[in-house]
Nanobody, 123 residues
Framework: QVQLVESGGGLVQAGGSLRLSCAAS???????MGWFRQAPGKERDIVAA????????RYADSVKGRFTISRNNAKNTVYLQMNSLKSEDTAVYYC?????????????????WGQGTQVTVTS
């Protein structure tokens, strides 16, 4: 399994932006990547995911049009650009990865996880 380290979380006002980064300890070739979040008292839900090539991405309905997932395989890094943040986006955000042998976006089966980074949006 690959080691994942998230960064970029913090405190932001509603309407603001943050960019999260997830650095992988080894090459991200053949790794589909995803961002999940978990708010207090709630389950961990997928926010966005991207295929290993970056050609395909999928978003939760709640973040479509506001968040963008991208990746730079040369830097072994995945990003989550979050714009127009809302108070309901407040959560711990986790990066996750899984090996895929086809270039597609999985919704389940992620088996490597980061420690998480807190995002707090104030209204």
């Amino acid at each position: 399994q690959v080691q994942l380290v998230e960064s970029g979380g913090g405190l932001v006002q509603a309407g603001g932006s943050l960019r999260l980064s997830c650095a992988a300890s080894s090459g991200t070739f053949r790794l589909a990547m995803g961002w999940f979040r978990q708010a207090p008292g709630k389950e961990r839900d997928i926010v966005a995911a991207i295929s290993w090539s970056g050609a395909y991405a999928r978003y939760a309905d709640s973040v479509k049009g506001r968040f963008t997932i991208s990746r730079n395989n040369a830097k072994n890094t995945v990003y989550l650009q979050m714009n127009s943040l809302k108070s309901e986006d407040t959560a711990v955000y986790y990066c996750a990865a899984q090996t895929t042998y086809s270039d597609y976006v999985p919704s389940t089966g992620f088996d490597s996880w980061g420690q998480g980074t807190q995002v707090t949006v104030t209204s």
